[in-house]
């Protein structure tokens, strides 16, 4: 009981347990929610998911639901939209079971439309790229890693005809990946875009080390 007390304070130095605190899973489980709640730090959260993991690895299901639980509680944090889905994605990683990735991306879908999609971005869920590519059409502003994230997975010629399009263009630009938007913009049509794109980031000293990627 000592050492997983000393270990709780190492994340949380005023956790206190007691046998009762250890006498089933579900108190186990308990204990760790019951933990989680006094942390408002995602790494430290992060490191809490990490522990139950294995805390709880003979009982699949409590295991599963009390990571579950710690996501929900990192979704509520007043951290950044990057730093929560960095949180979320290294929780998954625990889990086999694609249907907690699922239940995730359905509740960012509801919480934050943006949120949403670097979710989808960073899972890979390539079944829900068409949904986010038509969801982020109607978005009036989104961070440059959302718009980084969107290019990197081949959404950002979705963007090409929205007000999002400029910055777009400066992010690709900066990031080095004008190439990828190029091509992108190229499969849609966009071949007037294309062009543009390819000479402004050509203009751009570091833009030179893909000029060989360029070709219209």
Same mark, same amino acid.
């Given at each position: 009981?000592?050492? /997983?007390?000393?270990?709780?304070?190492?994340?949380?130095?005023t956790a206190r347990i007691t046998d009762q605190d250890l006498v089933n899973s579900e108190a186990k489980s308990d204990l760790i929610i019951r933990i989680g709640h006094q942390i408002t730090n995602l790494e430290v959260l992060a490191n809490l998911a990490e522990f139950a993991d294995d805390f709880l690895s003979k009982s699949p299901t409590i295991q599963k639901n009390c990571l579950n639980q710690l996501i929900d509680q990192?979704?509520?944090?007043?951290?950044?939209? &990057? &730093? /929560?889905?960095?949180? /979320?994605? +290294?929780?998954?990683q625990h889990s086999s079971d694609t249907s907690?990735?699922?239940r995730v991306l359905d509740k960012c879908r509801q919480l934050d439309k943006e949120l949403y999609v670097k979710l989808v971005c960073t899972t890979f869920a390539e079944q829900r790229y068409s949904e986010i590519g038509e969801m982020v059409k109607s978005l009036t502003a989104l961070e440059d890693t959302t718009l980084?994230?969107?290019?990197?997975a081949g959404l950002g010629a979705h963007l090409a005809s929205t007000d999002l399009? /400029? +910055?777009m263009m400066e992010v690709a630009i900066s990031e080095e990946i004008a190439d990828k938007l190029v091509e992108q913009l190229k499969e849609a049509?966009?071949?007037?875009?294309?062009?543009?794109?390819?000479?402004?980031?050509?203009?751009?000293?570091?833009?030179l080390r893909t000029m060989s990627s360029f070709k219209l």
């Open positions: 009981m000592y050492e /997983i007390e000393a270990r709780l304070q190492e994340m949380v130095p990192g979704l509520h944090l007043q951290q950044s939209k &990057d &730093d /929560i889905v960095h949180f /979320i994605d +290294k929780v998954l907690d990735t699922e980084t994230s969107l290019i990197l399009y /400029i +910055k049509g966009f071949r007037a875009q294309a062009c543009s794109l390819q000479l402004m980031a050509l203009r751009i000293p570091g833009a």
